[in-house]
């Protein structure tokens, strides 16, 4: 016989699995890496038995552990990135008119950001929570989730100009 915790579990994935993946995704921008964290923060969450552990905490325990995911796995890549090029032949870039050519999407944009950026970002344009709660999630100050915010919203309207430059006017005509 299944234990409670099991049960919600169980419940938790059939009700909101597909949920969690979306949410995943926005995070990564990867619906492989996604389905990974969402399996990775499942069992972070319910690898060892919980007393009284409900559906809603229980959906709010795996998020948190999915965000916490994602920003350890970006604190390891920016760790491999600095020495990988003692270990590994440099790749080799495409040519201007291949990059040029390449579509450029709010999910890769977000990638761009800091773990940080990303998160808050997500929290607030995704899940819809207010500063004080975003905060609360994260565990950081309000302001420096305004903070994350701001430069990321910056940073995305940045980069949606230099993708497309009529986006910063008023029209296409150059005009403000």
């Known amino acids: 016989m299944a234990s409670a915790?099991?049960?919600?579990?169980?419940?938790?994935v059939a009700e909101r699995g597909d949920a969690l993946v979306r949410y995943a995704?926005?995070?990564c921008g990867d619906r492989d890496e996604a389905a990974d964290l969402v399996q990775d923060a499942l069992v972070r969450t319910?690898?060892?038995p919980r007393?009284?552990?409900?559906?809603?905490r229980a959906e709010a325990y795996?998020?948190?552990?999915?965000?916490n995911l994602v920003i350890d796995r970006s604190r390891r890549r920016?760790?491999?990135?600095?020495?990988r090029h003692l270990a590994v032949e440099p790749e080799r870039t495409a040519g201007a008119a291949e990059a040029v050519d390449e579509r450029i999407d709010l999910a890769e944009r977000l990638r761009a950001l800091s773990p940080r950026q990303s998160a808050c970002l997500v929290l607030r344009y995704y899940e819809d929570l207010p500063v004080a709660e975003i905060?609360?999630?994260l565990g950081i100050a309000q302001g420096s989730v305004k903070r994350y915010l701001s430069?990321?919203?910056r940073a995305l309207s940045s980069s949606m100009i230099a993708a497309d430059p009529a986006v910063g006017t008023g029209g296409g005509d150059g005009t403000p």
């Open 78 to 83: 920016d760790t491999w990135r600095r020495v």
């Open 5 to 12: 915790w099991d049960r919600v579990a169980e419940r938790l």
């Open 62 to 67: 795996v998020r948190r552990a999915i965000l």
């Open 135 to 137: 905060a609360r999630v």
């Open 51 to 56: 007393r009284s552990l409900e559906l809603p």
């Open 151 to 153: 430069d990321g919203l």
């Open 46 to 48: 319910f690898g060892k």
């Open 25 to 27: 995704y926005l995070l």
